[in-house]
DNA sequence: GTGATACGCAACCAAAGGTTGCGAAAGGTG
DNA sequence: CACCTTTCGCAACCTTTGGTTGCGTATCAC
């Protein structure tokens, strides 16, 4: 039984950097490569590249304003992304829930043997 | 505002293969470097690395058993990590439905002023 | 027009995921 | 015991990815 996860989403929000991109995007409502480098310890071309990279998996898109590139928080595609964590927690929760509870029958096995 | 997410814990579950090798050890109990590559598409020193990676934050545990290494998740660490993968879901959630009711704000705004 | 601002592109660097190759310790079996 | 197999650990090497600097170009503001 694999995970049922979309590798492409899972790497996508995988980064750190690009976490707490979609963190100001969300926050701010939008913004550029500048102003997201300018609160980031990373240069603008860094941000760039990551904002390529969400770009490319759906999570955000970009509308050119003028001299600048605005970018916003694809809201759907972040919801489904959203989804597939909590599935993953759920199923390992599951699993957790699993192994604890064999644990215990066993515990009350050997008990009653003796 | 920072998500006040551990960075190591998440690197740590970030990799595709190395979220499949806990999924592996959660459905198995248990497993060594060679049980596991076994079943992933990556050869055994690669899956190596990954235990290294995984031992370091926490997420298993080893017991060398004569000729063999045998591994297996250490259930509260990984609690641990699930916590944070739906915390990060939930500020994320929670985001998006302030942005959705904003949205609903304006509209209903502009809807009035005409 | 001139200067500042925002961007895109290219070269280069270091770290991470992955591979092959090899030597050594632990187990089975004659 | 001697031999063969299994499992591991270490080292060298390759490729991708996150990051940098440097430079040319388009846009805005005066």
Known sequence: MSTGIDDDLWSAIGDPTRRRMIDLLLAEGQ????????????????????????????LVRSTPAGR???YHVDEAQLARAVAQLQSVGTLWDARLQRVKSL???IRRAENTKK
Do not use: F, I, N, Y
Not at 32 to 51: D, I, Y
Not at 53 to 58: K, P
């Open 68 to 70: 600048e590139r605005r």
């Open 103 to 105: 644990a215990e029958a």
């Open 31 to 58: 913004g550029t490569a500048t102003t997201l480098s300018a609160r980031l310890p990373v240069t603008r071309q860094a941000v760039t590249k990551h904002l390529t990279v969400l770009d490319r998996a759906g």
